[in-house]
């Protein structure tokens, strides 16, 4: 079963900025198309980001141009920038290969509230 760590959420303001980063016990790393996942209370975990294996991105519309996904797979790693937080972005955010597997993570909290 795979293993992701998801770490660097936090409780930030409006307009505050954080970077998540999640490592992942992969094998081949390199080889999976891999996604940033969000849970908000009551809500379903949705896709929020997606990076190929060749570093295509691609963002649901609610988080374009405020968050930026990236991979280091000389470290398993996969990180995802956050900018320009609103309090509609306060969720549990995973990650997990692209389509996801049934191995998540403790996921990292991210509050945004004054």
């Known amino acids: 079963q795979v293993q992701f760590v998801e770490s660097g959420g936090g409780l930030v303001q409006p307009g505050g900025s954080l970077r998540l980063s999640c490592t992942a016990a992969?094998?081949?790393?390199?080889?999976?198309?891999m996604g940033w996942y969000r849970q908000a209370p009551g809500k379903q975990r949705e896709l929020v980001a997606s990076?190929?294996?060749?570093?295509?991105?691609n963002y649901a519309d609610s988080v374009k141009g405020r968050f930026t996904i990236s991979r280091d797979n000389a470290k398993n790693t996969m990180y995802l920038q956050i900018n320009s937080l609103s309090p509609e972005d306060t969720a549990v955010y995973y990650c997990?290969?692209?389509?996801?597997?049934?191995?998540w993570g403790q996921g990292t909290q991210v509050t945004v509230s004054s």
């Open positions: 992969l094998r081949f790393f390199r080889a999976y198309n």
């Open positions: 990076i190929t294996t060749g570093s295509t991105t």
């Open positions: 997990n290969i692209d389509p996801e597997t049934d191995s």
